[in-house]
């Protein structure tokens, strides 16, 4: 199924698993919105930019900086978008950030930073999107597999993604009408510079031993399946999608 003409807005869209998706959907034809949040990952928008180019010249995309840890930044960017493209059918948000960490050593200010960027950006961008997404679109979150294989120091990881759940099951009832489908894709542990930093040499490899072939999620194991969600896998609503190699297998 041709995604020809379609937009899609990727929040987090420039780098990893957002970079991948990217080209996934400009693959099927789609014009891509991207956003990113700090100045540092300008450079990879250049990049990607330019390998986008290479491989569809007829592609439109647009970049757009912003912290959307607030209603007004997301709604900000869904305008400039509307604004440079005429319409948004796909919205995937890949936003987030990682805290491994005991619970008695989490600050308040921790906290705040966990739930304003795996929570409430994703409480807006699917408010935006359920304002503006085209009759048909495709709404899609990035969570994780946390939610279903609990470990001890990510509470306010996985706790801040869990609201992420419960919002995509309202969503998609309230935009049934208009036959948009809400999905949430939980990946596992991702083999991303995100990753590392927190785990020891043993906890990575206790993360792999739990993977199907003894390895890491990849970006180009969950970017087909986003892509799959906004082509053949329409008939999808209300879910969220443990795509982690058994890692939650118990």
Not at 23 to 52: F, I, R, T, V
Not at 62 to 75: G, H, I, N, P, W
Not at 102 to 125: G, R, V
Not at 145 to 153: E, I, Q, S, V
Request: with cysteine.
């Amino acid at each position: 199924m041709s995604l020809t003409g379609k937009v899609a807005l990727i929040a987090g869209g420039v780098k990893n698993l957002g970079a991948e998706t990217a080209k996934e959907l400009a693959g099927q034809g789609a014009n891509l919105a991207l956003h990113y949040n700090s100045a540092s990952s300008k450079a990879n928008a250049a990049e990607l930019e330019a390998e986008l180019k290479q491989r569809y010249p007829a592609l439109k995309v647009a970049f757009y900086q912003a912290d959307l840890t607030t209603a007004s930044a997301v709604d900000t960017l869904f305008q400039s978008a509307l604004k440079d493209f005429g319409n948004i059918d796909i919205v995937v948000n890949t936003v987030g950030k990682v805290l491994k960490k005991p619970i008695t050593e989490i600050s308040e200010e921790e906290y705040d930073s966990m739930f304003a960027i795996n929570s409430k950006a994703a409480f807006f961008i699917l408010r935006a999107a359920a304002k503006h997404v085209s009759d048909g679109g495709k709404i899609i979150s990035v969570v994780t597999a946390l939610l279903g294989a609990f470990t001890g120091y990510y509470t306010s990881y996985a706790g801040s993604k869990a609201p992420v759940e419960h919002f995509t099951r309202g969503v998609c009832k309230e935009l049934q009408a208009r036959q948009i489908s809400v999905n949430n894709v939980a990946p596992g542990p991702m083999d991303t510079p995100f990753f590392y930093p927190q785990e020891s040499p043993e906890a990575v490899e206790y993360h792999k031993a739990n993977g199907m072939g003894n390895r890491l999620t990849m970006v180009q194991d969950i970017a087909p399946l986003i892509r799959f969600l906004c082509t053949e896998g329409t008939w999808i609503t209300g879910q969220t999608i443990f795509a982690n190699g058994g890692y939650t297998t118990r």
